[in-house]
């Protein structure tokens, strides 16, 4: 499996950005899909994460503002980020896993895109 994240970018504090990850292959849809961020000079750290049926877990700093959902036609999961806040600023990375849990450690994913930068201004 291959992924490609896209849809970073430059937003002022409050605004919205929308990122989509693209997979590769035939199989995506039994995939558990998940985002991680990862600020300079910290760890990547786990944001939210969709499994194959659609359920969804995410990390206390991003609940409410954040969405995260998929298109298995398009073989696509994407990250709707709302009401930012400059501490969203980093890397946002998005993985598979085969793990049929939430799964929020980042050694339980398999495959990982490449990152887009999300920069918010204050």
């Known amino acids: 499996v291959q992924l490609q994240a896209s849809g970073g970018g430059l937003v002022q504090a409050g605004g919205s950005l929308r990122l989509s990850c693209v997979a590769s292959?035939?199989?995506?849809?039994?995939?558990?899909m998940g985002w991680f961020r990862q600020a300079p000079g910290k760890e990547r750290e786990f944001v939210a994460v969709?499994?194959?049926?659609?359920?969804?877990y995410y990390a206390d700093s991003v609940k409410g503002r954040f969405t995260i959902s998929r298109d298995d036609a398009k073989n696509t999961v994407y990250l709707q980020m709302n009401s930012l806040k400059p501490e969203d600023t980093a890397v946002y990375y998005c993985?598979?896993?085969?793990?049929?849990?939430?799964?929020?450690?980042?050694?339980?994913?398999?495959?990982w895109g490449q990152g887009s930068q999300v920069t918010v201004s204050s």
């Open positions: 969709i499994s194959w049926s659609g359920g969804t």
């Open positions: 993985a598979a896993t085969r793990s049929l849990s939430l799964s929020r450690s980042l050694s339980e994913y398999d495959y």
């Open positions: 292959g035939r199989t995506f849809s039994s995939y558990a």
